[in-house]
């Protein structure tokens, strides 16, 4: 009787404190949050859409030490760059096969705010779920925060799901 | 194994155009949606509240070409404000019953944006659900919109599920 599965996509990124393959803080939240409150017991009614936004720019602070000199240098950063991508995912797809979810993941390069809409645009997802670190306003000044620029912009109801208080590290940016 | 319901507080107001007892049609999207896309077959893991926002003064308008000459007068209005709103939660209710998911519904006085982030507090649901119009930004300067301030305001997850563009009435500002 039941129809076709509920889509949720759920952006995911590494954890600003512990890197690669940790997941941030906010978005261990938001997955688990899902899982408690929306899919429940029925696994079967829902697929879980796990989309990574790789910041280019940010994933180069880790080579500042390296050396480039030749091309092939610059293919092997690349390289890393995704195993690293990948092993956060493997996170995500563990604990849904675990519990006998459907899911798909990937990766997708750029603005996380920006590929979170083009994404949902090109998915078509019944639900997108974005964790939040629940800044201020004076912080999110700084920082902008991409589940509110999803809010407006994305093209399906988007669940925001904040980090718990007793959750956070001791700077709010962190995650 | 199943936890505690997930509970899902669902905003809900009359039709614009129709009046009492018939549900906007944001209100009925939203709660379709719900339906559909979060509860599916697991009627008893979801718990539905509905809250509807009164407006107080909004009504008074169809008091227009009313006499009051005592204070009898004025309770017996307020005593059929009470009867419509109740007409309406009756829609959501009866549906419920029908689908064997539990519920509970009531009426609060006030601005609907402040009604529904007071009673999110009180109540402390898992999800707020909130039907939106879907209005561009030129008519929500002067309409104001009750999804957006619950989004950035209320102490939950909030959901704000559009209405379908081929469900909206000629002037969009209707519901």
Not at 58 to 64: N, R
């Amino acid at each position: 009787m039941e129809a076709e599965a509920t889509r949720i996509l759920v952006g995911v990124n590494e954890s600003s404190l512990k890197g690669y393959p940790h997941p941030s803080i906010s978005s261990r939240t938001a997955f688990e949050w899902t899982l408690a409150k929306i899919i429940r017991s029925n696994t079967a009614g829902f697929k879980l859409l796990f989309l990574h936004a790789q910041i280019p720019d940010e994933d180069g602070f880790d080579d500042m030490d390296s050396i480039y000199a030749s091309p092939e240098d610059f293919q092997s950063m690349k390289q890393r760059d995704k195993i690293r991508g990948l092993h956060l995912l493997e996170y995500f797809v563990g604990r849904c096969h675990q519990l006998g979810i459907c899911c798909e993941a990937w990766i997708k390069k750029g603005d996380p705010k920006e590929v979170m809409c083009s994404e949902v645009k090109r998915v078509n997802p019944d639900i997108l779920v974005v964790g939040s670190r629940g800044l201020g306003p004076f912080q999110r000044v700084f920082v902008g925060t991409v589940s509110e620029f999803c809010v407006k912009h994305a093209d399906c109801p988007v669940i925001t799901i904040k980090r718990k208080a007793d959750e956070a590290p001791q700077d709010p940016v962190d995650d």
